[in-house]
């Protein structure tokens, strides 16, 4: 994606991916759900409704399940209308996995750490940066209150891409960050921007 986004373009792109976002669930969709992804629709409605009073949009929750391997799409959307759910492949901190095997070992807010953080975070606004056009998120839970000083963000990266995948059987590592593909990003942004929920933690598939 390229830095140098443009504002209105952006708009446009989100409120036409809002919605159809919102179009109503068919029920070939709603039975189409593997019952891990019904539990993720558990978790984003549980979490949406903790944190009504803290979200500015709550269409879309975005879940991020960290007991899975990065090798596996663990970046979850779920449109809150539909209950559909969107997987993208997503990065975790150094901190989190210091043997680097693709497997996030534990969680931390410590500045510092290069560690990802579990709790519910809320999208705040964009800006350019290293990674190009990035997406701030606040802490909302003492488990990831200190998010803004420490800059964890949605960004795009190289390191997220699939192919590091097919080259090296995982992805590569984040300073901390929620880092995906450039296109899984786009997707992620223009989804999720504007006061909406991300919340991280372990969920597992079993």
Not at 22 to 45: D, N
Not at 85 to 96: D, E, P, Q, T, Y
Not at 110 to 130: C, L, N, Q, V
Request: charged fraction near 25%; hydrophobic fraction near 40%; glycine fraction near 10%.
């Amino acid at each position: 994606m390229k830095a140098g986004i443009d504002r209105r373009a952006m708009l446009l792109g989100s409120a036409a991916a809002g919605a159809s976002l919102c179009l109503p669930a068919r029920a070939a969709e709603a039975s189409a759900l593997t019952p891990y992804q019904r539990r993720v629709v558990e978790i984003a409605v549980q979490q949406r409704n903790r944190m009504a009073g803290q979200l500015w949009q709550k269409d879309v929750v975005g879940i991020a399940d960290f007991a899975l391997p990065s090798w596996k799409p663990r970046m979850h959307l779920v449109a809150m209308e539909s209950g559909t759910v969107r997987s993208f492949l997503l990065s975790h901190g150094k901190g989190s996995d210091p043997e680097h095997d693709g497997w996030l070992k534990h969680f931390s807010d410590e500045p510092g750490s290069e560690a990802t953080s579990r709790g519910a975070f809320r999208t705040d606004e964009w800006y350019t940066g290293k990674y190009g056009v990035s997406l701030r998120l606040s802490g909302l839970d003492p488990d990831n209150a200190t998010a803004l000083e420490r800059l964890i963000v949605i960004h795009p990266a190289w390191y997220a891409e699939a192919d590091m995948i097919d080259k090296w059987g995982k992805l590569g590592r984040s300073s901390g960050c929620f880092a995906l593909g450039r296109q899984d990003y786009a997707d992620t942004l223009m989804s999720l921007y504007g006061g909406r929920l991300l919340f991280a933690d372990r969920i597992g598939e079993g």
